[in-house]
């Protein structure tokens, strides 16, 4: 079971204008808009969970190829008065987590989404810098491809650097 954290948000602005096309919507998850998460640092590779619904079956990158696997929504939701993000699979209807690790390399996996009432900082992301932009954990790591371009390339977490491996667009 995820526990709440008390780590704080950075201060950082939310830039919503710069975030382009991604799927950010408010809506039930019936109404949800899905599409891919590309890595900068090989436009070809997309953010995937391998078409798994698993409890904790690790996110990879993988040649996009418009399967469900590969569909992000990226759902806006209030965390502490803080405008963050969970993303959440279209396959799968889980969400990107942390794991609640705050370890440099550490896997992302996907996990059963937690209700708006039980928000946990392993699920939230935030947007930093412009788009295309980085996606910060509640640990203030950022997602990262660690700058592999083979399919099947873990994706974790990492210190935020302004590295292309580290910025997604769709």
């Known amino acids: 079971m995820l526990k709440r954290k008390s780590v704080r948000w950075a201060a950082a602005p939310v830039a919503l204008v710069s975030l382009g096309a991604l799927c950010l919507s408010s809506t039930p998850a019936s109404a949800a808009t899905y599409g891919p998460l590309k890595n900068v640092h090989d436009s070809s590779m997309c953010l995937t969970n391998d078409g798994s619904t698993a409890n904790s079956a690790p996110i990879t990158q ?8 590969q569909g992000w929504e990226v759902l806006a939701v209030s965390f502490e008065g803080i405008l963050a993000y969970q993303i959440i699979n279209q396959h799968s ?35 930093s810098g412009s788009y295309p932009s980085r996606f910060v954990d509640g640990n203030g ?20 650097n302004n590295t292309t491996n580290q910025k997604w667009n769709n």
């Open 62 to 69: 993988y040649t996009c190829n418009g399967s469900t696997n």
């Open 93 to 127: 209807g889980d969400c990107l987590t942390n794991g609640g690790s705050n370890v440099n390399s550490a896997p992302i996996t996907q996990y059963p989404c937690a209700s708006l009432s039980s928000l946990d900082t392993n699920q939230i992301w935030e947007y």
């Open 141 to 160: 790591k950022c997602l990262t491809d660690g700058g592999s371009t083979a399919n099947n390339a873990p994706i974790t977490q990492y210190t935020c």
